[in-house]
């Protein structure tokens, strides 16, 4: 997680193919990259009237384009709470996909972390937890867990609660 960049944005549209080369064309026509990245377009300012151009377009149509902003921190507890507590509570016969269960859970986690764990610990598990959910390899896996028995070690009662 780039300490600069606390700020995690997902994009979807609904687009068919033929609609999404119409808008490229229409924005970015003449632009020749391999990509279209904003870091690329936007290096130097040189593309800034093409981006909002982009963006004037496919605001025309706000129901078929949508972002999701969120702080990074906030979005991998997200993902703790999809891919490592939903599936356990499944297993124990809950659903907390039932009424926003999912979000108060990862809202009770992210707070729980801001509480009881230093800013420094709180980083270092959600960066540890990050590797592993890209890579997603034994070896990953191994270091997160390592790290979180480690830290289970040093831990006061309630701070082995939440880890546990």
């Not at 606390?6 to 026509?29: K, L, M, N, Y």
């Not at 991998?76 to 499944?90: C, F, K, R, S, Y």
């Not at 390899?137 to 701070?159: G, H, I, K, L, Y």
Request: net charge negative.
């Amino acid at each position: 997680m780039a300490e600069d960049q606390p700020i995690f944005a997902q994009a979807t549209v609904d687009f068919t193919p033929q609609e999404a080369e119409r808008i490229i064309r229409h924005s970015f026509g003449g632009v020749d990259v391999a990509e279209l990245k904003y870091n690329r377009l936007a290096r130097n300012g040189r593309h800034y009237d093409r981006i909002v151009e982009l963006i004037r377009t496919v605001s025309q149509d706000p129901a078929r384009a949508g972002v999701w902003i969120s702080l990074k921190d906030f979005a991998l507890v997200t993902l703790i709470v999809d891919w490592w507590i939903e599936p356990l509570a499944h297993e124990m016969g809950l659903n907390l996909y039932k009424d926003g269960a999912n979000l108060g859970m990862a809202n009770m986690l992210y707070l729980t972390l801001q509480g009881f764990w230093t800013e420094g610990f709180r980083k270092k598990i959600l960066v540890h937890f990050q590797r592993m959910f890209r890579t997603r390899s034994q070896e990953r896996f191994d270091e997160c867990w390592n790290f979180v028995r480690r830290a289970e070690q040093q831990a006061d009662t309630n701070q082995i609660e939440i880890l546990l």
